[in-house]
């Protein structure tokens, strides 16, 4: 059915929210047959059509609970991409964690997100929001959190390290956006930069431990020793000191296997509940329902446990729910509902393809030493997890861009507000509780290093997925004043502190903080006021 009449948008509206834009200002009668016969109103991907479900499904006079309906599904979408994050950083172990799969793990979210908004030009606006909101909350309010919680000395080299590097990537996508397309070797050039950068932190590191005689480095006056793995996890509540000797068997004893699945289907520790606020209890409650479903589908090896976390009937369980859970998430579902010749379908298949080897692994393996293929379950965990965040990082975007229609909002403020406070929440709990607990250094130090894998990887592997062998350049426009402002700001707050920071002798006290903050609310103002024309070009 061919589209009703189109009503001409200004040039750069046009082009980030298409004609999709205009349904709000049709008759609340024709939302639904404007939505449903307009192709630019389709989403790409995703579980959920949220434009129909709001525009065809709610009557009109109950858009605002269709709209309250869509944000507390927003934040539960955010709970689902961190405890997702949390648990493949923790399935992640390695000599070089905190730059590679920590930082993975970490950035997860920020990344899927951006890769998953790349795919649509149409949502491209928030990829680019996401990634600059993203850095500029993280290196002001975050950065300004801890020196106002804690100040501290920070540690020159890795500051003016991380400083310098991202500094660059800032840079590299001014150009990219200056010149409106990013080629292959470009898109290349970012993900180089990234492992350049991760070879230079393990070299500095190299060169650190040597100096030190490979040991940890005695405390300053201001820092405290770092802890242990096992110190820790004590200080976090999980050690064994923490359940008392009653809770151990006087008598050793074999479980038995439905036991072992009970217990490592459990997301809640009672005597942990016990112990914890209201509030911690309530957020408990959310993240359930996620936890449980994540314990069923993806495997985790920890090598800190002497049996690395093998539980044997879970883990055979995954061998049949981890491949259904990739097959029905890759392309929402696309691949595992096609049918085989028309009669069987293809998640069947890998069920029954799952369940063979299942039983095979359950027979060959005991309950008490995992096998010597369980690294395996390591990548399973991986690659599940990363399904996981894919899937939620799509339906993520879709929401916004519906929210961005209803509110007749561009997709670059909903990037730099929504998606990049979302992305960013969890990190800043974590680092501002880390500073509370003695180690600002080492929260300040994440507030750079781990952006720079976002915006690093981010972009480069986002645009380079977009990349086919016909086209090979990937268009990524400017759609407004409020790009080239989210991209400056970034780029003055990140002077700001490479020239602050020195300055001060790398003493950074509630002055530096305050600032900082200052800083953020100068630019949410301006960023808020250009989307909404109160400041626009002069016209020429």
């Known amino acids: 059915m061919k589209p009703g009449p189109r009503v001409l948008l200004p040039p750069g509206e046009q082009s980030l929210l298409g004609w999709c834009w205009e349904v709000r200002k049709r008759n609340s009668s024709e939302w639904c047959h404007f939505i449903r016969t307009n192709p630019d109103c389709q989403l790409e991907g995703g579980f959920l059509d949220y434009l129909n479900g709001v525009f065809c499904v709610f009557p009109a006079r109950l858009l605002p609970l269709a709209v309250t309906l869509y944000a507390c599904w927003l934040l539960y979408l955010f709970i689902i991409l961190g405890v997702t994050a949390e648990n493949l950083a923790f399935s992640l172990t390695s000599p070089l964690h905190g730059v590679t799969f920590l930082a993975f793990g970490n950035g997860a979210p920020d990344v899927f997100s951006a890769v998953v908004a790349f795919s649509d030009p149409r949502t491209a606006g928030l990829a680019i929001g996401a990634v600059f909101g993203a850095g500029v ?221 299942a039983v095979l692994v359950f027979s060959t393996t005991s309950n008490e030493e995992p096998p010597k293929y369980h690294c395996v379950f390591a990548f399973l965990g991986f690659l599940a997890s990363a399904m996981w965040i894919n899937a939620a990082a799509t339906e993520l975007v879709n929401i916004l861009r519906t929210l961005g229609v209803i509110f007749q909002l561009s997709n670059t403020v909903l990037g730099l507000t929504l998606l990049a406070w979302g992305n960013s929440v969890g990190d800043t709990f974590s680092d501002l509780t880390m500073a509370r607990q003695g180690y600002p250094r080492m929260a300040f130090s994440a507030c750079f290093g781990g952006i720079i894998f976002n915006i690093l990887v981010g972009v480069g592997l986002g645009c380079l997925l977009q990349m086919t062998s016909s086209q090979m350049v990937v268009k990524l426009e400017p759609d407004s004043l409020l790009v080239w402002i989210l991209a400056g700001a970034l780029g003055l707050s990140l002077v700001f502190s490479f020239v602050a920071v020195p300055a001060q002798c790398f003493q950074l006290g509630k002055a530096y903080g305050a600032c900082l903050i200052l800083y953020y609310l100068a630019f949410l103002c301006v960023a808020l006021l250009t989307e909404f024309k109160v400041i626009r070009l002069a016209a020429s």
């Open 137 to 357: 909350f993280v290196t002001t309010v975050v950065a300004g959190g801890i020196a106002l919680v804690k100040p501290f000395t920070a540690a020159s080299r890795p500051f003016l390290r991380d400083v310098i590097f991202y500094m660059v990537a800032v840079f590299l996508t001014f150009m990219v956006l200056y010149f409106g397309r990013i080629t292959l070797g470009e898109a290349l050039g970012y993900l180089g930069l990234y492992i350049f950068y991760v070879f230079t932190v393990v070299l500095c590191t190299w060169i650190h431990r040597r100096q030190r005689g490979d040991g940890l480095a005695p405390p300053e006056p201001w820092e405290p020793e770092l802890l242990t793995d096992a110190e820790d996890r004590e200080s976090l509540g999980t050690s064994s000191g923490d359940y008392g000797e009653e809770y151990r068997p006087l008598l050793p004893y074999q479980e038995t296997s439905l036991r072992i699945l009970a217990a490592a289907l459990s997301p809640v520790d009672y005597r942990k509940w016990r112990r914890k606020p209201w509030y911690w209890r309530l957020f408990k409650v959310l993240k359930v329902p996620v936890e449980l479903v994540l314990l069923l589908t993806v495997p985790v090896v920890d090598p800190d446990k002497e049996d690395l976390n093998w539980k044997r009937p879970l883990n055979c369980l995954h061998v049949v729910t981890s491949p259904l859970l990739c097959i029905l998430t890759l392309k929402s579902g696309t691949y595992g509902l096609y049918q085989i010749q028309g009669v069987f379908p293809v998640w069947a298949l890998v069920a029954l393809v799952g369940t063979v080897a």
